[in-house]
C-alpha cells in the first residue's frame, strides 16, 4: 500500500507539474516580458537585459527572499493553470455553440448553403461518356468528401465543430431511428470497457486543445492590460494552434461515439428487451427504443 501511495503520490505530481506549472511559469516569463518592455520597447534586449540583471542583484545575499520569490512564483503558475482550466469551458462552449440568432443565423445560413449545393452536386453526379464505372465512383467518392468537409448532415450550428457533434445525433435518428440524447447514458452502461477509454481519452484530447486555446486567451488578456503587442501574437498563435488541435479532437470523437451506436446498439436493444428483425436495428426498434427511453416525456 505505501508503495501504491507512493507512485500515486509521483503520478499526480507529475500531471501537476506537466498540466499547471509549467505552462504557467512559461506565462509568467511572458507576464514579466510585457511588463518589462511596455508598448514603447517591445524589442530592446539591452533594456531587458539590464532590468534583469538589477533584480537578480537585488537578491543576491538573501536567501529567504529567493525562497519566497520561488513560492510566490510556483503559486503564481498555479493560479494561472487554475485560471486557464476555468476558462476550459467556456472555450468549449464557444466552439460548439448555437450563438445569439443574429449572429449564428449568417454563419448558419452561408454553411448551410456551401453543404446544400455540395449535396447537390453528389446527388445529380452522372457518369460521364466514355467514363468507367471505377472511375465514376471515385469522382462521387470525391464530392462526397467535399460535402462532408462542411458537415456530415445539413449544418444547423455556426461552427463546424457544433456540428460534427449535432451530426451524430442526426445520422444516428436517420438510420437506426434512435434519439441519442435520450439512448447514450444506456449505451454507455452496456458498452465494454475499452471502449469507454477510446471515448475518455477523445474526450481528454479535445478538453486539452480548448485548454491550449484558454492560454491563448490569457495571452490575449496580458497584451490589452500591458499593451506588449508581441503577446497578442503569441495568444493568437496559441489559439489558433488549440483550435487546429480542437477540430482534429472533435473529429475523433464525433466518429468514435457513431461508431459506437453502430456496433453496440443492438446490445442497447438487448438489455431493453426490444425485439430485433434479423438481429438489426431498424428504424421501428429504434423508435420504440427512444419511447421506452423517453418515458413519455
Known amino acids: 500500500m505505501t508503495g501504491f501511495l507512493s507512485n500515486l503520490g509521483q503520478k499526480l505530481a507529475e500531471r501537476w507539474l506537466a498540466a499547471l506549472v ?32 538589477a533584480q537578480t542583484r537585488a537578491l543576491d545575499g538573501k536567501p529567504v527572499a529567493q525562497a519566497l520569490l520561488l513560492v ?16 476550459t469551458g467556456p472555450v468549449v462552449r464557444c466552439w460548439f455553440m448555437r450563438g ?14 456551401r453543404w446544400d449545393d455540395a449535396h447537390r452536386d453528389f446527388e445529380t ?38 456540428d460534427q457533434m449535432d451530426a451524430v445525433v442526426t445520422r444516428v435518428h436517420n438510420r437506426y431511428g434512435i434519439d441519442l440524447d435520450a439512448a447514450w ?12 477509454t477510446t471515448i475518455g481519452d477523445a474526450r481528454a484530447t479535445l478538453s486539452g486543445a480548448a485548454t491550449t486555446a484558454a492560454w491563448g486567451v490569457l495571452y490575449l488578456g496580458t497584451a490589452v492590460i500591458t499593451l506588449w503587442w508581441p503577446a497578442a501574437l503569441i495568444g493568437a498563435v496559441t489559439i489558433a494552434v488549440g483550435h487546429r488541435r480542437g477540430r ?9 461515439c457513431e461508431a459506437t451506436v453502430d456496433l453496440y446498439g443492438v446490445e442497447l436493444a438487448r438489455a431493453l428487451n426490444v425485439p430485433l428483425a434479423d438481429g438489426q436495428v431498424t428504424p421501428p426498434a429504434g423508435l420504440t427504443i427512444t419511447e421506452l427511453l423517453r418515458k413519455g416525456a
Open 22 to 53: 509549467l505552462p504557467g511559469a512559461l506565462f509568467e516569463g511572458v507576464l514579466w516580458l510585457a511588463a518589462v518592455l511596455g508598448h514603447r520597447r517591445p524589442w530592446d534586449v539591452a533594456f531587458l537585459a539590464d532590468r534583469a540583471t
Open 72 to 87: 510566490a512564483l510556483l503559486l503564481g503558475a498555479f493560479g494561472a493553470g487554475l485560471c486557464a482550466g476555468a476558462l
Open 100 to 113: 445569439p440568432r443574429w449572429l449564428a443565423r449568417p454563419l448558419v445560413e452561408r454553411r448551410r448553403n
Open 125 to 162: 453526379a452522372t457518369a460521364g461518356k466514355g467514363e468507367s464505372a471505377a472511375d465514376f465512383q471515385r469522382r462521387r467518392g470525391e464530392l462526397a468528401a467535399r460535402r462532408n468537409a462542411i458537415a456530415l448532415a445539413r449544418p444547423f450550428r455556426p461552427t463546424w465543430m457544433g
Open 185 to 196: 447514458p444506456r449505451l454507455w452502461l452496456v458498452v465494454p470497457d475499452h471502449v469507454r
Open 248 to 256: 482534429a479532437a472533435t473529429g475523433t470523437l464525433a466518429q468514435v
